[in-house]
């Protein structure tokens, strides 16, 4: 079993940035990949970005490209997600999710296996 914590949501305003963190633990954690989505009122749950866990590679939606980095601390089994230039659309609950089998990366919420609890990002315009 692996547990997921997401942490760092809040209010800010337009153009200003923010760090989200998701702290895993449970069961010897060496997932293929982890990801970070979103999910406005409304919408479904959208892919943001995700990290493969062996080869380091990133993958990002063309809607945070060049404003969002997911990265990660091994030592602490944390993967972030830092978001600059937040736009009013980027309003939303965002989650982390861990992949525990291959293949290696995927941006579909149905091939994630372990989920956190959210945490809210609103930027106000």
């Known amino acids: 079993q692996v547990q997921l914590v997401e942490s760092g949501g809040g209010l800010v305003q337009a153009g200003t940035s923010l760090r989200l963190s998701c702290a895993a633990s449970g069961r010897t954690f060496s997932p293929y990949a982890m990801g970070w989505f979103r999910q406005a009122p409304g919408k479904e749950r959208e892919f943001v970005a995700a990290?493969?866990?062996?080869?380091?590679?990133?993958y990002y939606a063309d809607s945070v490209k060049g404003r969002f980095t997911i990265s990660r601390d091994n030592a602490k089994n944390t993967v972030y997600l830092q978001m600059n230039s937040l736009k009013p659309e980027d309003t939303a609950v965002y989650y982390c999710?861990?992949?525990?089998?291959?293949?290696?990366?995927?941006?579909?919420?149905?091939?994630?296996?372990?989920w956190g609890q959210g945490t809210q990002v609103t930027v106000s315009s």
């Open positions: 990290f493969t866990w062996s080869g380091r590679s990133t």
């Open positions: 999710a861990s992949k525990m089998t291959p293949p290696l990366y995927s941006p579909y919420v149905g091939a994630y296996d372990y």
